[in-house]
């Protein structure tokens, strides 16, 4: 019986090493994927580019409005229910951090809603 969280933390990472190769796998299927749903996205969006990552699930979008990052991004959780990162969090702004490490319908739904809420600066 496991008696706090360090156990549990233990087990699950002794299961991943001796399991590392299927994980792996596994995970780079989902990356892989989504970056290429991400990238057909970017490639359809005129308002949003990216210097595409190389195998990480997380990339920095650079896009195009006249409004602040972090003005932007409130705005799309509370009106579309969409989360990103404000570059200006990262000393990058104009842009901000978008995870794609997610179920593809998921993903899909979240850059349509995206898309949406840069239509308002067409």
Same mark, same amino acid.
């Given at each position: 019986?496991?008696?706090?969280?360090?156990?549990f933390n233990?087990?699950?990472?002794?299961?991943i090493?001796?399991?590392?190769?299927?994980v792996?796998?596994r995970?780079?299927?989902i990356?892989?994927?989504?970056?290429?749903?991400?990238?057909e996205?970017?490639d359809?969006e005129p308002r949003v580019?990216?210097?595409?990552?190389k195998?990480?699930s997380?990339a920095y979008?650079k896009w195009d409005?006249?409004?602040?990052?972090?003005?932007f991004?409130?705005?799309?959780?509370?009106e579309?229910?969409?989360?990103l990162v404000p570059?200006n969090?990262f000393e #990058?702004?104009?842009?901000?951090?978008?995870?794609y490490?997610?179920?593809?319908?998921? #993903?899909?739904?979240? #850059?349509a809603?995206?898309?949406?809420?840069?239509r308002?600066?067409?």
């Open positions: 019986m496991l008696s706090c969280c360090g156990e233990d087990a699950l990472a002794t299961y090493l001796q399991n590392r190769e299927g792996l796998e995970n780079r299927e990356v892989f994927r989504n970056m290429a749903i991400a990238q996205w970017i359809n580019t990216w210097q595409a990552p195998g990480v997380v979008i409005i006249p409004m602040d990052d972090e003005e991004c409130v705005k799309l959780l509370k579309e229910g969409v989360l570059g969090r #990058l702004p104009g842009g901000a951090r978008l995870g490490c997610a179920p593809e319908p998921v #993903l899909r739904e979240g #850059l809603r995206l898309g949406r809420a840069l308002q600066f067409d």
